[in-house]
Structure formats: structure tokens, C-alpha cells
């Protein structure tokens, strides 16, 4: 019912920036919270930053102060700037959305992207 596209991915040098996005599309459903996980070989995806439709954004304690994650619901796109790249941030990194859908919005599901790459390399 709902696809997630990722762009912006890419080689990028330590201190540089990059500024992902994702767009969201299809038909009869709502979104809620959004967010963007990343994954590195033998480690657990995890969550980067997540923005509600209500409430706080949030944030790993790794990326506060670099990262910046803001959603444009006309769009229907969420983006994740990225300021200060550090090597650690290479990463494959996943849009997450959390759909509702239903007449009464009672059913839920967590819909992903295919990922994007983000290498920070000299």
C-alpha cells in the first residue's frame, strides 16, 4: 500500500554534509512517526533520528548536534541533513515510516525503504 524511496546517498568526505530524503507514496493510508535507521555489517540497524506527528524529535546521542531530521507531510517526505560527517556514520541507511490505515485507523504496519548508502571516506 505504501513505498518508501531513499535518495541522496552517497561518498562524502570527513566534516562534509549530505542531506537524505524520503518520499512516501500510494493511496488510503496515514503516517505517523517517521524515522532513519542505519545498519553496518554485524551490527544491529539502528535508530538515527525519529520525528513524530506529535511530540519531540528524537535522537542517538551519536549524531545530537550534527543531524537534523524534518518531514514535509504536503510531500509526504521525510529528510535527514547531515552536518560533520565522521567516519563512523558509513552506514546503509533505512527510511522507516509507521502507516496506519483502517476506518478507524485500528490496523499498523512499519513500512521500510530499500536503503541508501552513505560513505564518509577520504
Known amino acids: 500500500q505504501v513505498q518508501l524511496v531513499e535518495s541522496g546517498g552517497g561518498l562524502v568526505q570527513p566534516g562534509g554534509s549530505l542531506r537524505l530524503s524520503c518520499a512516501a507514496s500510494g493511496s488510503r493510508f496515514s503516517i505517523r512517526t517517521m524515522g532513519w535507521y542505519r545498519q553496518t555489517p554485524g551490527k544491529q540497524r539502528e535508530l538515527v533520528a525519529a520525528i513524530p506527528s506529535v511530540g519531540v524529535t528524537n535522537y542517538a546521542d551519536s549524531v545530537k548536534g550534527r543531524f537534523t531530521i524534518s518531514r514535509d507531510n504536503a510531500k509526504n517526505t521525510v529528510y535527514l541533513q547531515m552536518n560533520s560527517l565522521k567516519p563512523e556514520d558509513t552506514a546503509v541507511y533505512y527510511c522507516?515510516?509507521?502507516?496506519?490505515?483502517?476506518?478507524?485507523?485500528?490496523?499498523?504496519?512499519?513500512?521500510w525503504g530499500q536503503g541508501t548508502q552513505v560513505t564518509v571516506s577520504s
Open positions: 522507516n515510516a509507521r502507516v496506519v490505515f483502517g476506518p478507524w485507523d485500528q490496523y499498523e504496519y512499519d513500512c
